[in-house]
């Protein structure tokens, strides 16, 4: 079956530091993939769109890369802020005839002062 | 409004009880979608409106739920004989393009549904 697969546990990493979470999916090549932040008792709010064609996509700190062989997407912010402790979602299209977006769990990202 | 607009922002209902979530989308999306999310969990898709379209309605858990919404305006998700299992956040999100077109998603704060 398909799957899209983050990193359940916390990612906590010192202010100035890369942050990178990781987003995995089986048995699928999505056409594009995207990123959401999510506050708590907040919506999720868009950051990133990638298509498969492209490897690398960067957006300020932000920076996405897509590996369809791998079947993973990375996320990284550079020099975090502890204003970016937030959970970062992925999302895509799954090849299920299903004509919404999928969502991954989530990984929550603290950034420490 | 700019954004998306759901209510109530917090809804606290009895079980058995039948309860509506409203959303009003962006004005001009022609997309809409309805996610729940339960404490500490992801996104779980419900439904999904494009359009004319008929609905997609594949994500609803159970025939106690349902959803409507009135060409591009407005949707409503109906709870019928609520139980405890359904508290959660309820989502309702739009875009300007469908999914196909990797429309990016615009999301309401949410209503909080608690079941007692």
């Known amino acids: 079956s398909q799957k899209i697969e983050q990193n359940s546990e916390a990612l906590n990493i010192q202010e100035g530091k890369t942050a990178t979470l990781t987003c995995n999916y089986t048995n699928y090549s999505p056409a594009y993939l995207q990123w959401y932040r999510q506050d708590p008792g907040r919506g999720p709010v868009f950051l990133l769109l990638i298509r498969e064609n492209e490897k690398e996509k960067r957006k300020e700190r932000l920076k996405v890369t897509f590996d369809t062989t791998l079947k993973q997407s990375l996320f990284h912010i550079t020099a975090s802020q502890p204003a970016d402790s937030a959970t970062y979602l992925c999302a895509l299209l799954m090849d299920t005839g299903r004509r919404a977006l999928t969502f991954g769990s989530g990984t929550r990202l603290q950034v420490q002062p | 409004g700019a954004g998306v607009s759901q209510s109530p922002s917090n809804k606290v209902t009895e079980k058995g009880k039948d309860v509506e979530l409203r959303c009003d989308p962006i004005?001009?999306?022609?997309?809409l979608y309805w996610y729940r999310q339960r404490l500490g969990q992801g996104l779980e898709f419900l439904i999904y409106f494009q359009g004319n379209s008929a609905p997609d309605k594949s994500g609803l858990p159970s025939d106690r739920f349902s959803a409507e919404r009135t060409g591009e305006s407005v949707s409503t998700l109906t709870i019928q004989r609520t139980q405890q299992e359904d508290s959660a956040v309820y989502l309702c999100?739009?875009?300007?393009?469908?999914?196909?077109?990797?429309?990016?998603?615009?999301f309401g704060e949410g209503s909080r549904l608690t079941v007692l």
């Open positions: 999100a739009s875009s300007l393009n469908p999914s196909g077109n990797a429309g990016e998603l615009f």
């Open positions: 004005s001009g999306h022609t997309a």
